[in-house]
C-alpha cells in the first residue's frame, strides 16, 4: 500500500524552527520527485518546495527561500522540510506529496502529483 505519512508539526513561537518530516511506505522515494505543499485557512494549496528525482536539485518558493531547506535521506525512505525563521504567515496544513515527474525547474504544480499525505499543522503564534 503506497502511503506517505507527515510528522514534526506544531506550535511554535515567531522566528522559531520546526522540521518537517515525510515518510513513504509502500514505495521508494529516491525514484519521485517530492513536493511540499500548504493550506492555510480559506486559502488555496500552494507549493512550498519540492526536490528533483534524477538530480536532487531543490526549488523553493519566494515566500520561503532561504529560511526553509528541503533534503532527503534514501536509506530512511523520507523527505524532510527544516523551516527556520518562522513567520506567523507560515501557518497552514503542510503537506508532501509525490510525482514520478521531473523537471529542470521543479514540480509545481499540484496536479501533476500521484500520492499525497494526511498533512501536519504548523501554526506560527506568539
Known amino acids: 500500500q503506497v502511503q506517505l505519512v507527515e510528522s514534526g508539526g506544531g506550535l511554535v513561537q515567531p522566528g522559531g524552527s520546526l522540521r518537517l518530516s515525510c515518510a513513504a511506505s509502500?514505495?521508494?522515494?529516491?525514484?519521485?520527485?517530492i513536493g511540499w505543499f500548504r493550506q492555510a485557512p480559506g486559502s488555496e494549496r500552494e507549493w512550498v518546495s519540492c526536490?528533483?528525482?534524477?538530480?536532487?536539485?531543490?526549488y523553493y518558493a519566494d515566500s520561503v527561500k532561504g529560511r526553509f531547506t528541503i533534503s532527503r535521506d534514501n536509506a530512511k525512505n523520507t523527505v524532510y522540510l527544516q523551516m527556520n525563521s518562522l513567520k506567523p504567515e507560515d501557518t497552514a496544513v503542510y503537506y508532501c506529496?509525490?510525482?514520478?515527474?521531473?523537471?529542470?525547474?521543479?514540480?509545481?504544480?499540484?496536479?501533476?502529483?500521484?500520492?499525497w499525505g494526511q498533512g501536519t499543522q504548523v501554526t506560527v503564534s506568539s
Open positions: 526536490i528533483s528525482s534524477s538530480d536532487g536539485m531543490t
Open positions: 509502500g514505495f521508494t522515494l529516491v525514484y519521485y520527485s
Open positions: 506529496a509525490a510525482t514520478t515527474r521531473d523537471s529542470d525547474y521543479g514540480v509545481l504544480d499540484i496536479s501533476e502529483y500521484d500520492y
